[in-house]
């Protein structure tokens, strides 16, 4: 069972695309502006008609398969078998890290959709960093930014999204202008997709509107989060 395998999954399928790059290119010129919902660089990627696509309101924790992790696993090694790539929540770890190793080895950069895989162990790693899920929503929330935590651990609101601007206040330039240059996309994509993608990770890690279920979400983490070290190498 996983928290983040709905969003995880539908992030790496985005990633993979072959028309990525021309659907939800980079490096375009981007509005550094507050959104709501899954925004502008998120919502790009996971948003739209298409059939089976993502729900920021779906919380239901399925088995593997349930959300297609198996046929994610063989588009990336050309099988249909799991190979030494381990299951539960340490799976979404080594899609992640196949998905961003891949990219590594593309003479092109990719869209928007890799932009995005490469924030998710960004976020990831920052809360775990601040000690957790818990703690680091209460940083968030020190920092003046309550009523928009409360939106995000709502399963009834949308998200109402970070200030880009204010993104150098949670993470390290270095890390920013290093995401920029891996992929491809412009600083302001990169604060954009920050300012967006960790509050749809916070709407996925409280999906009873608490931290009831906290220990799991953070073990979670730290599994998604050894897998990917153990396939790029030790995230800071």
């Keep these: 069972m ?17 028309d990525d790059a021309q659907r939800n290119p980079v490096n375009q010129r981007t509005t550094s502006r507050r959104t709501g ?6 919502g790009g990627v996971l948003g739209g008609d298409q059939t089976g696509g993502y729900n920021p309101q779906q919380y239901d924790r399925q088995t593997d398969n349930g959300f297609g992790l198996d046929d994610i696993i063989g588009s990336l090694t050309g099988s249909s078998q799991r190979g030494g790539m381990s299951t539960g929540a340490g799976g979404l ?4 890290g196949s998905v961003l190793g891949g990219q590594s080895n593309r ?4 869209g928007k959709g890799m932009l995005v895989a490469a924030l998710m162990p960004m976020v990831l790693s920052w809360i775990q960093r601040n000690g957790g899920l818990g703690a680091a929503l209460s940083k968030i929330t020190g920092m003046g930014h309550d009523n928009q935590v409360r939106s995000w651990m709502s399963s009834n609101e949308v998200n109402d999204n970070l200030d880009p601007n204010e993104i150098n206040q949670l993470f390290d330039e270095n890390e920013i202008q290093q995401v920029a240059a891996q992929t491809g996309a412009n600083e302001t994509e990169v604060r954009q997709g920050l ?38 190498g030790t995230l800071k």
């Design 37 to 42: 919902g899954l925004g502008d660089i998120l």
């Design 2 to 18: 996983s928290l983040l395998g709905n969003l995880v999954s539908q992030v790496a399928r985005s990633a993979m695309a072959p």
């Design 107 to 110: 003479s092109s950069s990719g």
């Design 195 to 232: 300012a967006e993608l960790l509050p749809e990770v916070m709407n996925q890690l409280t999906p009873n509107g608490n931290l009831d279920n906290e220990a799991e979400a953070n073990q979670e983490i730290d599994q998604i989060i050894g897998q990917l070290s153990s396939r790029l």
């Design 93 to 96: 770890g080594d899609i992640l």
